[in-house]
């Protein structure tokens, strides 16, 4: 005889009917039902043959089939048969919780919940519970081991958490256990074609249901992948500690909330605030301390390689550049100013075997005491800077010290960055030791009351609702990755990545670059010099003639024919260097093999050449390539095989570097991509005089609430937020390479109140590829029976500024 007990939970906010008790019994093969409180969703519970599965419906339609649950442990113990249900406990919630900062100031908790209590037959020992939760957006489950025989401490060698779609869906994943973990495309393929994925793994069925498998509340475990079988079924995969060890535990344990979000349309997913509902509540107590804020920085500078992170000539972080920033910042509103690269001891992003940064001593250069006095006179804060290069144990041996400096003069927020495949060089950051860690920071960082900007971080699983100085991270390709090779974001990569790493969490994208088509990287030249880069053909016909240099951020710069006699041919180019060592190459239509993107170093063998320039302006280093004949005559009639050509070589740097997005849809990033820490993160001289800016100034990063208006995966998105501290509105709309006309409904305005909208739009002629940077602002008065028309260029976007009229 099985009890089933029914509770109703009330606050403040929300007032039940009703107690109720039923008494029943499970047997084998029936299922135990918890239906979402609006009935859209229903997760049921079965034990079949002693095996525990469940399956979930929206409606009536089936989503997940029957599943199975369950453990391996590393003993030869198991939690995966023999079961026998011994207690059916169920809950109805409905709270509202404030936020202390996000995208929502008031958030509902509605569910119903159970917690099925089983344990092995005949035998008391082995007892589980799982305790599941229904809501109107999604279900969610957690294991709760409760005992098992007289062991204390378990490994882990699988979970057994199975999805099993009903139907292939199409799906967006990046793919698990590669060297950039998180940063990478996003690829899209039947369910029954993915690898072993990161989530959330979003899907979309072709009846226009949505999913997202993810989890929450991720506590001392591994962090769950979705591996594929070749098929619509998927099983829960655990990274590993590096001696294969999938979890260590310490029994009674609970593991995070496996969690799937389900909805009828795009635009619900990022409404749905389920990941954040399973989380545990504020425990920090008053955090009116924690400040969302927008800044500037020295950075981008960094990326692009005008600067360095290390000691140099070219050192980015030094005293004057610092006061500079810090004088626009103050000038033009920010709140703080974020100086990479001035920690002493810093040797690279990818050191060796030891890490030597010191996080409370800085370069010769840069005086932090004095930059941050500065900051501090003119109202405006550093934000504090710690590269750990994935090494925890020296972080870890510090971070006492450097939270207490922050906390001595002043800097309230820390970036903090884990660059390098593996943790400690043997861990993934998202196995169990990476998951300690970072949890071990941000509790840290709490005493300390320091907010977090992780960023080659775990994934977000709805934490900040326990630790708001959880502020913001990184976790997926960002503006950086416009920089770097192969052409940069696509496209359309924003619009996938709103349905899918945003839907769990803010992210530091780093938004606000004008200079779309990098053509303003010399922003300081008071010490350049000119340095003449000659190439000589001896006879290969080499055509269209590119010069590519780090100096100038591998920009296509032609070079000019100088002569051609006795069949060579002399080409030159003169550039400006700035003091510094500086790579270069030159690329070629090679009609060999009529590769048009030809590296001619390759042809020798060569690395790509090098130049170095002293801090007096002395040149050393290749300033030329020759290419002898390479008796092309002697090759008629040579057909160049793939391997051919990848032995002959291409360019590297692939084509030339830019942001692929007009300069509207950088102004919506802001509204599309939420974080309460928002960079405009261009060189300062580029905002200079631009009618642009005034929307990055005056755009809030901190909202009362949000409606997503529309989207689809992979298209567009169209969000519009109100600031938490007046009645304005802001709208950010973005789109693929599609151009698109949108009328919105104006439906989220008060009524029987007037606004004045500023509209920045692409220009009628605006393209991202052909003319970025073609930007109209328009002026008009709305109201909420109006709708607001939109037109948005390919690769474009939209940001509205909707301020109510007293």
């Known amino acids: 005889m099985i009890i089933y007990k029914f509770k109703i939970v009330q606050n403040a906010f929300w007032v039940f009917l009703a107690t109720i008790s039923i008494i029943g019994c499970v047997e084998n093969n029936e299922y135990i039902t918890i239906s979402s409180p609006s009935e859209t969703n229903t997760l049921q519970l079965t034990v079949d043959e002693g095996q525990l599965f469940y399956r979930v419906n929206h409606g009536n339609k089936k989503v997940v089939a029957l599943s199975q649950l369950g453990f391996k442990f590393k003993n030869g113990q198991s939690l995966l048969d023999d079961f026998e249900v011994v207690d059916v406990d169920f809950n109805d919630v409905d709270e509202t919780w404030d936020q202390p900062w996000g995208e929502e100031k008031l958030i509902r908790n509605n569910y119903r919940t159970c917690t099925v209590s089983l344990q092995a037959k005949g035998n008391v020992d082995h007892q589980l519970d799982i305790i599941v939760r229904s809501y109107d957006d999604g279900v969610a489950f957690r294991y709760h081991v409760k005992k098992l025989g007289d062991i204390e401490k378990v490994i ?180 703080e100013v974020l100086i990479e690269g001035a920690s002493a001891g810093f040797t690279g992003l990818f050191p060796g075997d030891t890490v030597t940064t010191s996080y409370t001593k800085t370069t010769p250069d840069f005086d932090l005491i004095e930059v941050q006095q500065y900051a501090k006179s003119k109202g405006v804060s550093l934000q504090a800077y710690h590269e750990t290069s994935a090494s925890t144990h020296n972080y870890m041996a510090q971070i006492d010290d450097a939270f207490s400096l922050m906390n001595q003069i002043g800097m309230q927020k820390a970036k903090i960055g884990h660059v390098g495949q593996m943790m400690d060089k043997v861990e993934y950051h998202y196995g169990q030791h990476g998951v300690n860690y970072y949890r071990k920071v941000l509790e840290k960082a709490a005493e300390y009351k320091v907010g977090v900007n992780f960023h080659e971080p775990i994934k977000d699983t709805g934490e900040r609702r326990t630790y708001p100085n959880m502020l913001t991270r990184e976790g997926a390709k960002g503006m950086e990755y416009n920089a770097w090779g192969n052409g940069g974001n696509p496209v359309s990569h924003t619009t996938i990545l709103a349905f899918t790493r945003m839907l769990e969490a803010p992210m530091d994208f780093t938004p606000g670059i004008f200079d779309l088509l990098y053509q303003k990287m010399d922003v300081e030249t008071d010490n350049e010099i000119p340095v ?123 084509k030339t570097q830019r942001v692929n997005t007009t300069l509207a849809k950088q102004l919506a990033y802001y509204l599309v991509l939420y974080s309460p820490m928002q960079m405009a993160s261009d060189f300062i001289e580029n905002y200079e005089n631009k009618p642009a800016f005034a929307f990055i100034k005056e755009v809030p990063v901190d909202w009362q609430t949000t409606e997503v208006i529309d989207g689809e995966i992979g298209e567009y998105v169209t969000i519009a937020r109100k600031d938490s501290n007046s009645e304005d509105w802001y709208l950010g709309s973005i789109t693929n390479e599609k151009a698109r006309d949108f009328s919105i409904p104006l439906d989220f305005l008060d009524e029987d109140k007037k606004y004045a909208a500023t509209i920045y739009r692409d220009a009628n002629d605006a393209h991202w590829e052909h003319n970025p940077l073609a930007l109209t602002i328009e002026e008009a008065t709305l109201e909420k029976p109006d709708k607001l028309r939109l037109k948005l260029a390919p690769g474009g976007g939209v940001a509205v500024s909707i301020k109510a009229l007293d």
């Open 156 to 335: 882990i060698s699988d979970e057994i958490t199975e999805f099993n779609i009903v139907k292939d869906a199409q799906s967006w994943w990046i793919k698990a256990y590669g060297p950039n973990r998180y940063e990478q495309l996003y690829t899209s393929t039947p369910i029954s074609e993915i690898d072993t994925v990161h989530t959330p793994l979003t899907m979309r069925f072709k009846n226009g249901i949505h999913l997202s498998i993810h989890e929450a509340d991720l506590i001392n475990y591994s962090a769950m992948q979705i591996a594929g079988r070749q098929s619509t079924s998927l099983h829960c995969d655990l990274a590993p500690w590096s001696n294969g060890d999938k979890v260590r535990l310490t029994i009674p344990f609970k593991t995070p909330w496996r969690t799937i979000k389900i909805t009828d349309t795009a635009r619900d997913l990022i409404a749905s605030h389920l990941t954040l509902n399973c989380n545990p509540p504020n425990k920090l107590g008053d955090v009116s301390w924690i400040k969302p804020s927008k800044y500037i920085g020295i950075w981008w500078g960094m990326i692009v390689g005008k600067w360095t992170w290390g000691e140099g000539f070219r050192h980015g972080a030094t005293n004057a550049r610092g006061k500079k920033y810090i004088d626009f910042a103050a000038k033009h509103g920010f709140d």
């Open 532 to 654: 003449k880069i000659i190439f000589v053909d001896e006879g290969n016909g080499y055509s269209n003639i590119r010069y590519k240099g780090g100096e100038s951020f591998w920009q296509t710069k032609p070079m000019i024919l100088e002569s051609s006699a006795d069949g060579a041919a002399v080409w030159s180019i003169t550039e400006m260097m700035k003091p510094g060592e500086w790579e270069w190459g030159i690329s070629a239509h090679d009609v060999l093999i009529d590769n048009n993107n030809a590296w001619l170093p390759s042809l020798l063998n060569l690395k790509n050449r090098k130049i170095n320039i002293s801090a007096d302006g002395k040149i050393s280093g290749d300033v030329s390539i020759r290419i002898p004949n390479q008796g092309f005559d002697a090759k008629a009639g040579f057909t160049a095989s793939k391997e051919d050509m990848e032995s002959i070589g291409t360019n590297v740097f692939g």
